[in-house]
């Protein structure tokens, strides 16, 4: 790849300008989007960004077509990603789950704002942390981060195309209208320094590729459109040929291989950040915006003689529940503070499994949480 | 696995064999369904039309003719109900160098699917639809659908239809295809002929066939094999290129009227000179 149209250099950009440079970094060559406040940025810089470097951007009818553009487009052979809210991330569902059929590598971004339907469209919300993971029908695994910085919108998007390719599949970036309206520093490194994931490419003669044989990872290798290698995709149950199958064994064989492509490889997926974890009686677990606002509680309570650590969750799923279940035996509970009514929290209950409590401090969106919530339950933690 | 079409020295080689995936017939459409009359013709239309075949991707949506893709040995997609319209202007934005055909039914195109139809038709994406119309929903049991004509039964209309049907090749020129066509399965070498025009035309080109559910369709409305609706077609179809296709609706009886409707030039996506996106080698 050429370093044309890449922007190496210091910037002061919005989050959502950020994910559309990290997108171009990482390779991205073709978004397909509607627009939809507040993600409709993400589209625009698209448009103007991608005829620099060869790409398509196509502003489909809505965003179900959207997604199925984006999955068609993967399939011809090209990264590709769109960027919607909740009301668009609702109709994303149904093809976010061709996606994960087909075993198509992609990138979604939501920029979440508050809901349920329509909801305070300008305004922020981490409501759809639940949807990320179970919104489309069926059982599967899915991989979905959440930036709470321009600069990490920017890295966290570059990450999700490499996951995307390393295991077939749709990757969810979880941002929210207050990361992706922020103004902040973000630095691009020159392309050379980025490292970028290659699609996992056939290695038989036409004749004897299977589209679905996995490899020993349980990753199949991914012929695109046009090379002769003639396959079928189906969102049917398949077997390894990709035909379909209606047998309980078939689904049992594919289902299993889909979840379990991810869950085998949590330890190379999960990221988290840690603060002074270690030899706390408190750990404030959150993600997102929802981060730094709880940093100022966290400040304030050290202040105030609290022994309380700060576990920041960059990937959310897989959960990272091993980590959580760690410090369960060592803290006396968990506080989580989300802008939601508690999804996380509910994960993280189930990973402390009742070695340490969790404390779910909730809002409700349209802005971000008073510090002085997230204080007060710190020290309700440690009574 | 189950081979039911054989090569062995003995025996001629079926000159569509190479373009089916015999591995996987019999197919499982119903006996007097036309929709092995259409793959038919659409396979002879393809070497009809000189179209490297490795640079043919069939796309599907979801019932009947949504098995279509399954069958056809180039690179093909099932893909969602409704949505194969879609999928297809991303695999043909992205890979320009590709034909992509869109083979679907009436009740994927025009009711779930009916909003993509006409913004690709808008956009006059480079692809082509064979649009299947039997009239109904055939794979979930026989329901009237955005094609069935006012009176007709189906499972969801004992008493009749009562809704306004859409008439195929007036929706599609009105979305901007610059080729429109409509033919029966009994107008196999007609249909046929227009396949190949439809692919080898630049835009968005739109075939409808209309074709017998006997198992449904018919079996509700006095035309009970595929045989009586083949019989039906042949008595009551006629010829008329250049027809307006806003006069070409199509009741529970009466005339159906062919052939080719709109054959026009208009700007197409993606244009040419459209780059290679960087596609993953």
Redo the contacts between chains.
């Keep these: ?1 050429s370093d044309r149209g890449h922007l190496e250099g210091e910037h002061f950009m919005s989050g959502d300008d950020a994910c559309a440079e990290g997108a171009i970094s990482a ?1 991205c ?2 978004f ?1 989007g509607y627009p939809i406040t507040p993600a409709t940025e993400i589209a625009e810089r698209m448009s103007d960004r991608l005829p620099e ?4 951007y ?1 502003q ?3 965003e ?3 997604m ?13 990603m769109t960027a919607t809210s909740g009301p668009g991330f609702s109709l994303m569902m ?2 976010i ?2 996606g994960i059929m ?1 075993e198509t590598p992609c990138v979604v971004v939501n920029v979440q704002r508050a809901g349920p339907s329509t909801g305070l469209p300008t305004m922020v919300a981490q409501g759809d942390m639940m949807q990320a993971r179970w919104g489309s029908h069926g059982c599967y695994s899915i991989i979905a981060v959440s930036p709470d910085s321009p600069q990490e919108v920017y890295d966290l998007t570059i990450k999700a195309f490499n996951l995307a390719e390393r295991f077939r599949l749709p990757v969810l970036v979880m941002t929210d209208a207050a990361v992706g309206h922020m103004y902040e520093k973000v630095v691009i490194p020159p392309l050379s320094e980025i490292e970028l994931v ?2 996992r ?1 056939p290695n038989v003669p036409p004749e004897e590729y299977w589209p679905y044989m996995p490899d020993d990872d349980l990753v199949p290798p991914m012929a ?13 149950t398949h077997d390894e040929q990709g ?2 199958e209606m047998t309980a064994e078939a689904q049992d064989r594919l289902v299993r291989r889909l979840v379990e492509k991810v869950e085998r490889y949590r330890d190379e997926i999960i990221e988290v950040e840690e603060d002074s974890i270690e030899g706390s009686e408190v750990v404030v677990c959150t993600y997102g915006i929802t981060a730094r606002v709880a940093m100022i509680a966290v400040e304030r309570a050290r202040q105030e003689g609290i022994r309380v650590g700060m576990l920041r969750l960059i990937t959310i799923w897989p959960f990272p529940q091993d980590r959580i279940s760690e410090i369960a035996r060592q803290v006396k509970a968990f506080v989580v503070p989300e802008i939601n009514y508690g999804q996380i929290s509910l994960e993280v209950e189930r990973s402390a499994a009742g070695r340490a409590g969790t404390i779910l401090v909730p809002h409700m969106g349209g802005d971000v949480h008073n510090p002085e919530t997230i204080l007060e339950a710190i020290r309700q933690a440690v009574k | 696995m189950n081979v039911i079409a054989t090569t062995d020295e003995t025996q001629e080689k079926h000159p569509l064999e190479d373009y089916l ?1 015999v591995d ?1 017939l019999p197919h499982i459409w119903c006996p007097g369904c036309g929709l092995g009359t259409i793959l038919g013709a659409f396979l002879r239309s393809l070497l009809e039309s000189g179209l490297p ?3 043919v ?1 069939v ?1 599907s949506g979801i019932g009947c003719t949504g098995r279509v ?2 069958y056809i ?8 109900h ?2 194969a ?11 320009p ?2 034909k992509v055909v869109v083979f679907s039914g009436d009740g994927d195109l025009a009711a779930i699917g009916g ?2 139809l006409i ?1 690709a038709g808008r956009r006059n994406i480079d692809m082509t639809i064979l649009c299947v119309n039997n009239f109904n929903y055939g794979m979930t049991g026989g329901q009237f659908g955005p094609t069935t004509p006012e009176t007709a039964r189906s499972t969801t209309s004992r008493a009749g239809n009562i809704e306004n049907p859409f008439n195929m090749p007036a929706l599609a020129a009105a979305s901007g295809a610059v080729y429109v066509a409509r033919w029966t399965t009994a107008q196999v070498h007609q249909m046929q002929r227009s396949i190949t025009e439809a692919l080898l035309k630049k835009g968005f080109s739109f075939v409808e066939i209309i074709s017998p559910c006997p198992t449904y369709y018919g079996r509700m409305n006095r035309q009970p094999t595929g045989l009586d609706q083949m019989r039906y077609y042949r008595s009551n179809s006629i010829v008329r290129h250049g027809a307006n296709p806003n006069e070409v609706g199509v009741g529970i009886s009466g005339q159906i009227v062919t052939g080719k409707f709109i054959d026009v030039e208009r700007p197409y996506m ?1 244009g040419p000179g ?8």
Excluded: W
């Excluded at chain 1, 470097?53 to 398509?56: R, S, W």
């Excluded at chain 1, 199925?68 to 590709?80: F, H, I, P, R, T």
């Excluded at chain 1, 695109?224 to 049917?236: I, K, P, V």
């Design positions: 790849m390779g060559r073709f397909a470097v060869d790409g398509t196509i489909m009818e809505d179900l077509g959207s199925a553009a984006v999955v068609g487009a993967s399939c011809g052979g090209v990264k590709a149904e093809n789950g061709l087909l290659p699609r490419r695109n459109t046009g090379e002769g290698y003639r396959f079928h995709a189906t969102g049917l035909y379909p | 995936r996987r075949p490795d640079k991707s796309i893709a399954g040995n180039l690179d093909s997609f099932h893909t969602t409704g949505r319209v879609a999928f297809a202007t991303g695999l043909k934005l992205a890979n160098e590709l909003n993509h913004h993606p459209n780059g290679d996106n960087g596609r993953q080698t």
